[in-house]
T-cell receptor, first 112, second 116 residues
Framework: QKEVEQDPGPLSVPEGAIVSLNCTYS??????FMWYRQYSRKGPELLMY????GNKEDGRFTAQVDKSSKYISLFIRDSQPSDSATYLC????????????FGQGTRLTINP | GAVVSQHPSRVICKSGTSVKIECRSL??????MFWYRQFPKKSLMLMAT?????????EQGVEKDKFLINHASLTLSTLTVTSAHPEDSSFYIC????????????FGAGTRLSVL
């Protein structure tokens, strides 16, 4: 079993829809949770960062962490064609080397 | 957010030559930098972790003599692919982590290496 599981998609939705992206994980030591957006042939761009549990909102993006279920989500409201990209969840523990463990990435397409 | 600059963005070289990729943190001091490799439609694979002034720590299966990493200052790390071969062709991405205590990595734009 992988430490982090993420549905690779592809996911295709119409413009304006609410998008829900999810990851599950198995390591209870994970405390840092991140969502990155990666456009084709570019480096990942940090979208959201959460420490421990809870929700965080930034504009059209909301990140949720449920540590009891080992489940994290990213919601995109009023999705735009420019949101079309691959979304990677990443997480790490507090102690030790603090390497990021990435999900496989979900390819998202927003259709005009 | 913090800015990480990676150069070059694209390089084509002949088999047997060496290629150097630079990674700079522009507006913060990076205590730790990371080098990743990404295959098409795949997630990022960590190659090595480098801390300023010390030797890099390589992941299992990554040849340290093949992929030389230098982290000489708090704002610059370099990856040199020595004696490159076609199988080294890939997308290489660096990231930098600041000294704020938070484990946030900021990524460069990546370097696409093609070895002929």
């Amino acid at each position: 079993q992988k430490e982090v599981e993420q549905d690779p998609g592809p996911l295709s939705v119409p413009e304006g829809a609410i998008v829900s992206l999810n990851c599950t994980y198995s390591n209870s030591a994970f405390q840092y949770f991140m969502w990155y957006r990666q456009y084709s042939r570019k480096g990942p761009e940090l979208l959201m960062y959460t420490y421990s549990s809870g929700n965080k909102e930034d504009g059209r993006f909301t990140a949720q962490v449920d540590k009891s279920s080992k489940y994290i989500s990213l919601f995109i409201r009023d999705s735009q064609p420019s949101d079309s990209a691959t979304y990677l969840c990443a997480m790490s523990a507090v102690q030790g080397a603090q390497k990021l463990v990435f999900g496989q990435g979900t390819r998202l397409t927003i259709n005009p | 957010g913090a800015v990480v600059s990676q150069h070059p963005s694209r390089v084509i070289c002949k088999s047997g030559t060496s290629v150097k990729i630079e990674c700079r943190s522009l507006d913060f001091q990076a205590t730790t930098m990371f080098w990743y490799r990404q295959f098409p439609k795949k997630s990022l694979m960590l190659m090595a972790t480098s801390n300023e002034g010390s030797k890099a720590t390589y992941e299992q299966g990554v040849e340290k003599d093949k992929f030389l990493i230098n982290h000489a200052s708090l704002t610059l790390s370099t990856l040199t692919v020595t004696s490159a071969h076609p199988e080294d062709s890939s997308f290489y991405i660096c990231s930098a982590r600041g000294g704020t205590g938070e484990n946030i990595q900021y990524f460069g734009a990546g370097t696409r290496l093609s070895v002929l």
